[in-house]
Each structure stands twice: as structure tokens, then as C-alpha cells.
């Protein structure tokens, strides 16, 4: 092996003859940069949010809390807008999970029977709505129409199902039901009812794990629905109190100068803090279950790739 | 002449009849016609409990995305909620003349266009980069840990990405502007200045996504044949020539497809997050298409207008993904359609 290695050495051109360590150790610089730069930050918000507000301003928190305070989520934990947008996220989040992953499994079983006529033309249907369609306000307005809005509906049922998803249940189980098992158990009398049910259903659990817990994150995450369908406040899920806290809160109070300075310096102070803390808080509990998430994911971003 | 008359009547009559004889026989191959479907509709009898499981999700197409395809027809139209969306009346092609002839046009196109091109140079090499990087370790663990964190911004959702970058972008206390601090850069307020706009969405999509098709990636890699790599370095191949040689062809189909994805959705990804980012003082920059769409179709209720240039992007986007699809496809790498 050296002698063929030392042969081929000479006649390589200057790109291949940096060495391999040089290449590993590139890799692991830049993948440590990477990880540093996406966990510092995370690192950064969790500590601001247990420091005193003036030095976070300051720019005196680097490595650990100055001048430890609970004060923010304290604030936080005592907020009812918080807690009802909680509330709702659950809600809205297990409904939403629970009609896509029935649709996404019973349709992509029905989709994946070759025997089922016109299968064909429905998948074709299907699959131009995933590069063509109506748009934003025609959407709003058929919602509009169904009478939908400020409702949990407007929330769970617009975006329950997705196409790619379907075609990855349809393939699941166009490859994990060979058409032996289904033709043994028609023999034996089962009706595509049964079949589904009794073994369909129980041998797609992977499948139904993985379509949940997609379902669960994107769920969990979405606000946009929410902001354009909704406009009553105590039906907000987690996300849109977020964005209102977060996000409006700092344009607004840079233009709304009105009130005693002292009282606004305060609110500005405390403003801060609870921002830091309110993106612990949410983050959290999705930051927690990853670990359990991530090989689920995995093994939904293989499914993919296999069928692509 | 009667006879005469008769004679060819009778042969016509005989021809015709020979004719009629003649017809179901030209006509064999395709006589069994009616019997498929005759036994189609018994195959779609047969099938009827596979409907009844398809209704749902079928329900679903037909209310949530082909009731609003039919309802594109009000970017031809006025419409008003009374007569609805064919009773409103006709205008043709008004809205889009007055889309493209207003003075927000050619800002909007080169907005969004820029920010797509922006987002996709960066967002859809930097993957495949990480992807091959980590796959190149031998230490499991480091590759794992690595695996794990870069992943794990793809779970946290954009409204907390972005209140993120309001906290730590943010010019008097944020993190950003104290490092800079050090190196004796003014503080920057990133969210007000339109030429940062871009710059801070590319960043943060990065810092956001690139983990999730690294995860793609490097699944499609560890589908490769390690025998492969064992019989390269054992000619003596270079890890880069691994990489260029195995590594690189092994997920191309993969790298073709997601590209093929990223450029069909290229005008529709991130919109969200353009809105989140927006602030009057950056929306020079920060203002595309989408954003414009619910600015002027939600907030301002002009909705035939925003639809007709919601449909403009629509269609400007289908035809990006023709056209690389079209390209792919002669490259004769896969195609999608």
C-alpha cells in the first residue's frame, strides 16, 4: 500500500497533495466554530436572562450571570397572557397533530393501493398543489366563508396535511405492506376496513411516530396562521404572544416616549429581562424532547431520500 | 328498370347488410371496450372502503387548496364579499397593469429576487459543506455532538429566531454590538438600516436550517458503500479525492432534488420570517412580494390586487422550477417531474 501511495504521490496535482490530516483538521475547526456559534448564542440568552439588566447593557455578561436575579421569570411565570398562550399552543398542537397524522395515514394508505382506481389521477391532482396554489388571500377568504375565523378550525385544519408528507406515507407503505399480506388476508375474508385497522395501522407505527412528532414541532412553532385568522387575544397560541412581547414591544416603545422617564427606564429594564427569559421559557420544552425527536427525524429525512 | 331499380337496392341492401356484418368485425380488437368498464365501476365498487378512507384528505384538497385555485379568478375580478368569487365583476387584467406599472414594481421584484438568490447561494452549499465535513471524522462521538447541535436550531421556530436577533442585534445592550464594541466598531442598529436587512436574514437562516439538510445529507452519505472508500485508499486516493470522487457523485441525485426544491419554492421560503424582520425603517430592503401581499391584501383589504400579484408570484415561481427542472433533467441528473 506505501509503495503505491508513494507512486501516486508524484504525479498528483497540488490540490490532493494537501494531507489528510490537513483536511481533518480544517473539518474540525470549522465544525467547532460552527457548534460554538450556534451554542453561544443559546448560552448567552439563558445567562442575560438570570443577570441584572444593567449589565447585560452594559456588555459586562459573558461567561456567567452578573447580579443574579429570578425577577424575570418571575414576571413571566405570573403573566396570564403567558400561560393562556400556553394553553392554547397545547391545544391547538394536539388537535392539529391528531387530524393530520389520521389524514396523512389513511389517505397515503389508500393512495399507495395499486388496485385503487384512479389512484393515479389523484396523485398527479395532488401533487400540483405543491408547486401552484391559490395563495394567501384566497385562502383567508374561503376561511372566511367556512365562517372559521377566531376560531381553533382557522388554526388546525388549513395547513393539515402536505403533500410530501403524503407521498412519504403512501411510499411507506407501498414498501413495509408487500400485496402477498393483503391478498392472503382478503383471502381469508378481511375488508380493506379491517385490514387497515388491524394491520395496516399497527405495523405503520414508525410511520405515525415520526408524521407526529413533524406534526407536533411545525405546530408548535407556527404563528402565521394565527396572526391572519384570528384576532381575538385570549385565543393567541404560545408563538404570537411571543412575537408580541419579543418583537412588537421593542418598535413600540422606541417610538412611545410618553410617561415619566423614571417609570419608563423601569419598564425598559424589566422589558429586557423578560424578553431573554420568555425565550428560555419556550424554547425549552422543545430544546428538551429533541434528543427523542432527532432520530425520528432522521429517520423521516432518510424515508425522504430514499424516495427521492 | 324496376327490376333494374330493385337490383341495386337489393345489392346495397346486401352490401349494407354485408357491411353491418362486416363492421363488429373490423371493429374486434376494440369490442371488449365496454367490459373494462363495466369492470372498472366493479373495481371502484370493490374499492369503496379505500374512498371512504381517501374522503378525508381528499375533503381537505378540495376545501383548502383547489376551492382557493378556483378562487384566483378574483385577481381577474373586483371582488366584494357579496357577490363573491365569480359573481364580482370582470376587470381582466387591470390589477396585474396596475402591479407592474406602480411605482413599488421594480423595487418588490428585485427585493425578492435578491433576497432568494442571497438566501439560496448561502443556505444551499453551506449543508453539503458541514455535511461532508462531519462525515469525514472518525471520532463517533465528536460527530454525534456535532450532528446533534447543529440540528438543533431547526427545532426552535422563527418568531424566537427572530426575537433572538431583536435582543441580540439590538444597538444599545445587544451582544453583537458589544463585540464589535471591542473591536472599535460604532454600535450598529442592524434592524433599522436596510442594507443589513439581507446580511442578518442569510445569517440567521444559515444559523437556523443548515443543520436540518446537513441531517439529509448525511444520510444519503452514510448510504454509500464504504467498500468504495476502502478501495480508493487502498490505491492510495487522498481523502479530497474521496470526497470529489465518491463522496460528491454518491449524493448528487440527493443535491439535484433538494436543489430542484429549494428554487421551486424559492420565491415562497422565508416569508415569514421577511415579515418578522420588517421595520418601517428597513422595509426598502426588506419589502418582497409576500410581505407586500399581506400588507396590501390583509391589512389594507384590497384583496382582487394583492391576489392578482400573489398569482404573479406564483407564476414567476413555477416557472423558475420549469426551468431548472427542464436543466436538471439535461443534465440527466434526476428531475422531479
Not at chain 1, 389512484?119 to 401533487?127: A, C, Y
Not at chain 2, 441580540?168 to 438600516?193: K, Q, T, W
Request: net charge positive; hydrophobic share 50%; charged share 15%.
Amino acid at each position: 500500500m506505501t509503495s503505491t501511495t508513494f507512486g501516486l504521490r508524484a504525479r498528483r496535482p497540488l490540490a490532493n497533495r494537501i494531507p489528510d490530516r490537513g483536511i481533518t483538521i480544517t473539518s474540525v475547526v470549522i465544525l467547532s466554530t460552527a457548534v460554538a456559534a450556534v451554542l453561544y448564542p443559546l448560552y448567552f440568552i439563558v445567562i442575560a436572562s438570570l443577570s441584572d439588566p444593567a449589565a447585560v447593557a452594559g456588555g459586562r455578561v459573558w461567561l456567567l450571570p452578573q447580579g443574579f436575579t429570578f425577577d424575570g421569570y418571575v414576571r413571566i411565570l405570573a403573566d396570564s397572557a403567558v400561560w393562556r398562550g400556553f394553553g392554547n399552543s397545547v391545544l391547538y398542537t394536539t388537535v392539529a397533530t391528531t387530524i393530520s397524522v389520521c389524514l396523512i395515514v389513511a389517505g397515503g394508505y389508500a393512495l399507495s393501493r395499486k388496485d385503487l382506481p384512479g389512484r393515479r389521477t389523484i396523485t398527479v391532482l395532488l401533487v400540483v398543489t405543491m408547486f401552484f396554489d391559490g395563495g394567501m388571500i384566497p385562502r383567508y377568504l374561503v376561511v372566511k366563508d367556512l365562517g372559521m375565523l377566531d376560531t381553533i378550525w382557522a388554526v388546525v385544519l388549513p395547513g393539515a396535511v402536505g403533500v410530501w408528507n403524503l407521498i412519504i406515507a403512501r411510499s411507506f407503505f407501498q414498501v413495509s405492506l408487500p400485496d402477498e399480506l393483503r391478498e392472503a388476508a382478503q383471502l381469508d375474508g378481511a375488508s380493506d376496513f379491517r385490514f387497515f385497522f388491524t394491520i395496516a395501522v399497527p405495523l405503520a407505527r414508525s410511520l405515525i411516530v415520526l408524521m407526529a412528532m413533524i406534526h407536533m414541532v411545525f405546530n408548535w412553532n407556527a404563528f402565521f396562521d394565527a396572526l391572519i385568522y384570528l384576532n381575538d387575544a385570549d385565543k393567541y397560541p404560545l408563538q404570537l404572544v411571543l412575537r408580541n412581547i419579543l418583537i412588537q414591544s421593542d418598535l413600540a416603545s422606541t417610538g412611545n416616549m410618553t410617561g415619566d422617564l423614571e417609570s419608563y427606564a423601569e419598564t425598559q429594564r424589566v422589558g429586557e429581562l423578560i424578553k431573554y427569559g420568555m425565550i428560555v421559557v419556550s424554547t425549552l420544552p422543545i430544546l428538551a424532547v429533541m434528543p427523542f425527536l432527532q432520530k425520528h427525524f432522521t429517520k423521516g429525512a432518510l424515508l425522504g431520500a430514499v424516495k427521492s | 328498370m324496376t327490376a333494374r331499380t330493385e337490383s341495386p337496392d337489393l345489392t346495397l341492401t346486401a352490401e349494407a347488410t354485408a357491411g353491418a356484418g362486416a363492421v363488429p368485425a373490423s371493429r374486434r380488437p376494440t369490442m371488449p371496450a365496454p367490459a373494462p368498464r363495466r369492470n372498472r365501476l366493479k373495481r371502484v365498487r370493490r374499492a369503496w372502503q379505500l374512498y371512504v378512507l381517501l374522503a378525508p384528505t381528499l375533503l381537505y384538497f378540495v376545501v383548502f387548496k383547489f376551492w382557493p385555485m378556483y378562487g384566483v379568478q378574483i385577481a381577474f375580478r373586483n371582488f366584494n364579499p357579496v357577490d363573491g368569487f365569480t359573481g364580482s365583476p370582470w376587470v381582466g387584467l387591470d390589477h396585474f397593469r396596475r402591479f407592474i406599472s406602480s411605482f413599488q414594481f421594480e423595487q418588490l421584484i428585485e427585493n425578492t429576487l435578491l433576497l432568494a438568490t442571497f438566501n439560496l447561494a448561502f443556505l444551499f452549499p453551506v449543508p453539503i459543506v458541514l455535511a461532508l465535513m462531519v462525515n469525514h471524522l472518525s471520532s463517533r462521538r465528536f460527530k454525534a455532538f456535532t450532528q446533534t447541535v447543529l440540528y438543533a436550531p431547526s427545532f426552535i421556530s422563527t418568531v424566537i429566531v427572530v426575537g433572538m436577533l431583536y435582543v441580540l442585534l439590538s444597538p444599545r445592550s445587544g451582544l453583537v454590538n458589544h463585540l464589535l464594541g471591542f473591536a472599535g466598531v460604532e454600535p450598529i442598529f442592524f434592524l433599522a438600516e436596510p442594507e443589513w436587512f439581507r446580511p442578518v436574514y442569510v445569517a440567521s437562516s444559515v444559523w437556523q436550517e443548515a443543520g436540518f439538510s446537513m441531517v439529509v445529507y448525511l444520510a444519503a452519505l452514510a448510504g454509500i458503500d464504504p467498500a468504495l472508500h476502502e478501495a480508493a485508499r487502498i490505491d492510495g486516493a487522498s481523502a479530497l479525492q474521496r470526497i470529489r470522487h465518491i463522496d460528491i457523485p454518491g449524493i448528487l441525485p440527493v443535491i439535484s432534488i433538494l436543489f430542484i426544491l429549494a428554487v421551486g419554492n424559492l420565491l415562497n421560503i422565508g416569508f415569514e420570517k421577511a415579515l418578522l424582520l420588517q421595520t418601517p425603517l428597513n422595509a426598502s430592503e426588506s419589502q418582497i412580494i409576500q410581505t407586500y401581499v399581506y400588507e396590501a391584501g390583509l391589512q389594507q383589504a384590497q384583496f382582487s390586487y394583492s391576489t392578482a400579484i400573489g398569482l404573479f408570484n406564483s407564476v414567476l415561481n413555477l416557472g423558475l422550477l420549469l426551468t431548472f427542472n427542464w436543466v436538471a433533467r439535461r443534465f440527466k441528473q434526476n428531475s422531479l417531474i
